[in-house]
């Protein structure tokens, strides 16, 4: 049997603080903005890119799965009109990053065949460091894949699981305080 000195209050109080700050460095790292997730893909028919924020400093980092989307390229153009000769390849495979250093707005597409004309493109517009930025939503990309299951009224089982982790620790919470 534990002795009572190992379960006392202080010593609960203790362990509790432990679990609080773990527990919500993981939210923490769930929901955080220390870069910009883009899906990179050919969007469906009729679907394009809407223009994106980011500020001084954001890195962006396109993702693609190599295997149902096959190769793409990364590449900044000057304007977005997808001339050839006109880019400066950034990178060629999934996780490719780029790190925005100036205000303005940056054009990303690919070069690959015809996917910039069929609509790989996207331009950022990069606010100061300053500035307060409206991130866009990864759901509004058209080529945003759920990576965990979605139930029947669209959201995904992490925005369920977290409210009920919350739940339990505040429960647990109260019951050693």
Known sequence: MVSSSLLSRPRLQGIMLIVLVVFVSQISFVTSTHGIDFPWCIPPSNAIYKTQSAKVGDTVSFTWNTTSQGHHHVSIYSDATCNTGDENFIGGSSGTTYTFTGVGDVVFSCN?????????MVTFNVLAEGEEVKYSLIEDNPCYIPLLDTTSDGSTLVQQTLPSLTMVF??????FL
Do not use: E
Request: charge should be neutral; proline fraction near 0%.
């Open 170 to 175: 505040a429960s647990l919470l109260a019951f």
């Open 112 to 120: 690959i065949g015809s996917h910039c004309d069929r609509g790989q």
